[in-house]
């Protein structure tokens, strides 16, 4: 539901676009992944193992599952279900008010 309704509206795709490195991983995926360095295969329990670690919050696994990293890779945030295109703008929008105040702040110093 997801790829099909928040990832359709054009002007989101674009702007998530220009600010970050887009990837859509399928849960049960049965491709070998390179991720830092690691090797990542589909397992037995039915799960793509990144795909079930990146999903994996307080113990349970939930899927759809957003994830945004930094640069380092350090998760920035993880939205764990569906996220409509309001939540993504929303998240964008506080997202480069971080990055700008961030660029001013260090302007000053």
């Known amino acids: 539901m997801q790829e099909h309704i928040t990832f359709m509206d054009?002007?989101?795709v674009q702007e998530?676009?220009?600010r970050f490195y887009c990837l859509r991983l399928h849960g049960e995926s049965k491709a070998?992944?390179?991720f830092l360095g690691k090797i990542y295969c589909y397992q037995l329990n039915g799960y793509h193992e990144l795909a079930e670690m990146l999903a994996r919050a307080n113990g349970e696994v939930t899927f759809p599952t957003t994830v945004v990293f930094l640069d380092n890779p350090q998760v920035?945030?993880?939205?764990s279900g569906y996220i409509g295109p309001e939540e993504s703008r929303s998240?964008?929008?506080s997202y480069i008010a971080k990055k700008t105040d961030e660029r001013g702040n260090s302007q000053n110093e």
């Open 10 to 12: 054009n002007a989101l």
């Open 32 to 34: 070998k992944i390179s």
């Open 16 to 18: 998530l676009n220009k």
């Open 76 to 79: 920035l945030i993880r939205y």
């Open 91 to 93: 998240f964008l929008k």
